[in-house]
């Protein structure tokens, strides 16, 4: 180090070490960065208070970020957004449905009440939707517009509306709303220091409310509560903190109170008209009527289809009980009945029985073709007509049997047991005596008695053949089985009648050979056969064994000969001991 | 475009044409029948003026004609961004009227930008006006304007220029 190194250290010793500690912060690029950090906040702060240069210069680049960011990480702004965003788009749907419900609520509970098709009426008339008009009617109150008025020049500063509310030039609306209030003022307050705070107009009523700068004009339908005024000043008097100076200097710069709608928003408020709980309960009338007036309608058809369909049940039973009318078919078209089958001349007429089933004969179409029945009560009254209807004589018919009551002459007598057979549905007459039971007296013992008696004629007086000696021939033992074990049955019959069977079996020879013998064989042969007839079933003592006498012509030796004969009656059962 | 709103009150003496004006103005309509304004009577128009990137809508406040001002008339003038006074260049009284009546505003509130308009030009027989009046009238408006009402004469013109001054004096008032 020379002198003059020397004499620099001692004049500038102090100021080299901080102009060197200075030349190190700055070219140390750390600690500048640490010095700009320092001031940057208050250098922001201040910058950004003194003019918008800052904002102008930050904007550019800022938004530049922004726009980087959101496309590079959309997520992370997403979350940051989405609790912003829900509660938004809720309040905002909420708003919407709140309207919506309102007016389909409103709509559907007037709409069939007097005063409902009053008011479609009405809207008809205004053109106005009748959602919006039944809603309208049935608030208590609703604010449709909010007007916020400069005090000083009358300038609108702010206007809000309900949707719906018919919107004229609101700055014209403000000024005439201030000339007004001017008016009244200057005329009627002789202290000028009155003011309008309402006015009624038909259905809507305005309210005033009056801040330092500015007037807070809503326009209400319906009727307000008291309390709407509080919170009207409310929302006034938060304006005023909110854009205190912008609307005390306000010259028409809309700009200068942006957003200010977003307070007004508040104002437009609304309540729905309480109804009385009895008014609530209640249906309408006309409601009421309809609805009786259905449920009558409900009742009367099906009261009247039951009933004619009762009534038609009521008729194809008496049809089926009639007789001498075979019905096929039943059907209703719209009111009329129509019936087909087939229908005995000697049967009541349709029309007759429709009558006393209730129904009109008009009503009753039927199609029926003619046949010839063959019930008992048809087939006696056509034999009657077919004899003459003679006076006191009663036919009858039963289980084929004509049976005929009452004075009859012979001559009667015998043409009906000789053409009465010969008509069809009769197969046998039997006749009373004059006096006699009637004919519904005869027991159903008599028939069986009957019965009985006219099977036993069938089956008296067979004859079966033997080939030789004691031997039936083939055929004739298997009919004399068949017929052993139809006596048998008739046996019973007989029994439980309270009488028997007489069989006699009466055997035969021819004349050939010795007549003795031919005797004791014809016997023989008659025992062989009651036998056969004992086998069935047949009590031996109901059978009596004979033998024929021998033939005149003793050589004789006609096979027709060797045979029996078994002949049958009915006698009455002997008196028990 | 930012949209301003000013208020601007016609004034002047009876039947110098100033709802004619107004009517004209807004509506493009002219009128034979007088009918007199009662209290007030307002309109609105927009305007554009692009050369200040600015849409105004002018709130147009017809006073009810009177040479002299009370109270009432006051208050409706008060907050007023510009003045439109209207004499009838047929009734040079009327010009005094609208004089005086400028007097007292003045008087009363802060200067404003304000135009004459002498209306009924379209009656030129009936003139009483003479120019080197109208030209000693520049000292006291803005702007002076021979206008007529029904052909419709130099009224959107006068109209324009008063919106034009208004919105000059704001812009220098540092809005």
């Given at each position: 180090m020379n002198d003059l190194d020397k004499l620099r250290e001692l004049l500038f010793g102090a100021e080299k070490q901080a102009l060197d500690s200075i030349k190190q912060r700055v070219e140390r690029r750390e600690d500048r960065a640490i010095d700009v950090a320092d001031i940057l906040p208050d250098a922001i702060h201040s910058s950004h208070k003194r003019s918008k240069d800052l904002v102008e210069s930050l904007r550019k680049p800022v938004g530049e970020c922004v726009r980087q960011e959101f496309h590079d990480d959309p997520q992370t702004y997403s979350d940051a957004l989405y609790p912003v965003i829900g509660p938004a788009i809720r309040k905002s749907i909420m708003q919407a449905l709140r309207t919506f419900s309102q007016q389909i609520n409103a709509a559907v509970e007037q709409s069939l009440t007097p005063r409902g098709l009053k008011w479609r009426l009405q809207a008809a008339r205004a053109g106005v939707p009748f959602g919006e008009f039944v809603l309208q009617k049935t608030l208590l109150y609703r604010v449709e517009q909010a007007y916020l008025i400069s005090r000083e020049n009358g300038l609108l500063i702010g206007h809000v509306h309900h949707d719906a509310a018919k919107i004229k030039d609101s700055d014209a609306v403000s000024a005439m709303f201030t000339a007004i209030q001017d008016f009244v003022k200057e005329s009627f307050s002789p202290d000028r220091t009155g003011r309008l705070e309402s006015a009624d107009m038909g259905e809507f009523t305005l309210w005033a409310v009056h801040g330092p700068h500015a007037l807070l004009v809503c326009v209400i339908r319906g009727v307000p509560p008291r309390s709407l005024r509080g919170q009207l000043s409310a929302i006034l008097e938060r304006v005023h903190f909110r854009y205190g100076d912008a609307i005390r200097a306000y010259t028409g710069d809309t700009a200068s109170v942006a957003d200010i709608e977003g307070e007004l928003e508040k104002c437009l408020r609304f309540q729905a008209l309480q109804k009385k709980d009895s008014e609530r309960r209640r249906v309408s009338v006309p409601m009421m009527l309809l609805m009786m007036a259905l449920v009558g309608l409900i009742l009367y058809l099906g009261i009247s289809r039951w009933m004619h369909s009762q009534a038609l049940n009521r008729l194809i039973d008496t049809i089926q009980a009639t007789p001498g009318i075979y019905l096929s078919e039943s059907l209703r078209e719209d009111n009329r009945i129509i019936l087909r089958?087939?229908?005995?001349?000697?049967?009541?007429?349709?029309?007759?029985?429709?009558?006393?089933?209730?129904?009109?004969?008009e009503n009753?179409?039927?199609?029926?073709?003619?046949?010839?029945?063959?019930?008992?009560?048809?087939?006696?009254?056509?034999v009657a007509g077919i004899f003459g209807n003679p006076p006191g004589v009663a036919f009858g018919v039963r289980d084929g049997y004509l049976v005929v009551t009452g004075p009859l002459t012979q001559e009667l007598r015998d043409e009906i047991r000789t053409r009465a057979p010969l008509l069809a549905g009769v197969h046998a007459v039997r006749l009373e005596a004059d006096g006699a039971e009637p004919e519904q007296a005869i027991s159903e013992r008599d028939l069986a008695r009957d019965k009985l008696v006219a099977d036993l004629d069938a089956l008296d007086g067979r004859r079966f053949y033997f080939s030789s000696g004691t031997t039936l021939r083939t055929e004739d033992g298997d009919r004399l089985a068949a017929h052993a074990r139809a006596l048998q049955a008739l046996s019973i019959a007989a029994t439980s009648l309270g009488a028997r069977l007489r069989i006699a079996v009466t055997g035969s020879a021819d004349g050939s050979g010795d007549p003795a013998a031919n005797?004791?064989?014809?016997?023989?042969?008659?025992?062989?056969?009651?036998?056969?007839?004992?086998?069935?079933?047949?009590?031996?003592?109901?059978?009596?064994?004979?033998?024929?006498?021998?033939?005149?012509?003793?050589?004789?030796?006609?096979?027709?000969?060797?045979?029996?004969t078994i002949a049958v009656d009915l006698v009455e059962a002997a008196v028990p001991e | 475009m930012t949209l301003i709103t000013s208020k601007v009150c016609l004034v002047g003496d009876f039947a110098v044409g100033k709802t004619s004006v107004v009517e004209r103005y807004v509506n493009n309509q002219f009128s034979e029948r007088y009918l007199t304004t009662v209290g007030v009577k307002i309109d609105t128009k927009e305007i554009e003026l692009p050369q200040h990137g600015i849409t105004e809508k002018l709130v147009l406040w017809d006073v009810a004609g009177a040479d002299r001002f009370g109270p009432i008339e006051f208050a409706y003038l008060r907050g007023a961004a510009g003045y439109v006074f209207v004499a009838d260049g047929t009734r040079s009284l009327t010009l005094d009227s609208a004089l005086a009546l400028r007097d007292q505003i003045m008087n009363a509130s802060n200067a404003r930008p304000s135009v004459l308009l002498l209306n009924k030009c379209d009656l030129v027989s009936a003139w009483e006006i003479d120019d080197a009046r109208v030209e000693a009238l520049h000292d006291h408006f803005d702007s002076v304007f021979r206008t007529s009402a029904k052909t419709g004469d130099d009224v959107e013109t006068a109209l324009t220029r008063l919106a034009e001054v208004i919105v000059e004096c704001e812009l220098r008032s540092g809005r």
């Open positions: 089958g087939l229908r005995d001349p000697l049967a009541p007429p349709i029309s007759e029985l429709a009558t006393a089933a209730g129904i009109a004969p009753v179409d039927a199609q029926m073709g003619a046949y010839q029945s063959l019930e008992p009560e048809i087939v006696a009254t056509r005797r004791r064989l014809a016997r023989d042969r008659a025992t062989v056969a009651a036998d056969v007839l004992s086998a069935a079933g047949i009590a031996p003592a109901t059978i009596v064994i004979r033998a024929a006498p021998a033939p005149e012509d003793s050589a004789a030796t006609d096979p027709e000969l060797r045979r029996v | -």
